[in-house]
Nanobody
Framework: QVQLVESGGGLVQAGGSLRLSCAASGRTFSLYAMGWFRQAPGKEREFVAAISWSGETTYYADSVKGRFTISRDNAKNTVYLQMNSLNAADTAVYYC????????????????WGQGTQVTVSS
């Protein structure tokens, strides 16, 4: 049993920043990799960022590399996504996910998902 709850979404103007949080419960959090995905209306859910169980290895989609930072605090069972220099193309529902022990960008490898949090960037 794993439960993930995202928070921190909202409305922001272009060029602004938001920090998303994902609180996990139900199993030993520190043993699993975590990922962030997003889905805009009419589009497939896409990979955004992932982090290894140790927090020492990260990977980003090309569309967000250099602007977004994923991090985790295993003592707090929480993963974060710091989003800077936001633009209208970043508007989507953002989901955190877990399941694999090794870092992966493949959506189908993630078996547990949060409910999502809306991020809207005004232009």
């Amino acid at each position: 049993q794993v439960q993930l709850v995202e928070s921190g979404g909202g409305l922001v103007q272009a060029g602004g920043s938001l920090r998303l949080s994902c609180a996990a419960s139900g199993r030993t959090f520190s043993l699993y990799a975590m990922g962030w995905f997003r889905q805009a209306p009419g589009k497939e859910r896409e990979f955004v960022a992932a982090i290894s169980w140790s927090g020492e290895t990260t990977y980003y989609a090309d569309s967000v590399k250099g602007r977004f930072t994923i991090s985790r605090d295993n003592a707090k069972n929480t993963v974060y996504l710091q989003m800077n220099s936001l633009n209208a193309a970043d508007t989507a529902v953002y989901y955190c996910a877990t399941g694999p022990r090794a870092l992966t960008t493949v959506l189908t490898r993630y078996t547990y998902w949060g409910q999502g949090t809306q991020v809207t960037v005004s232009s």
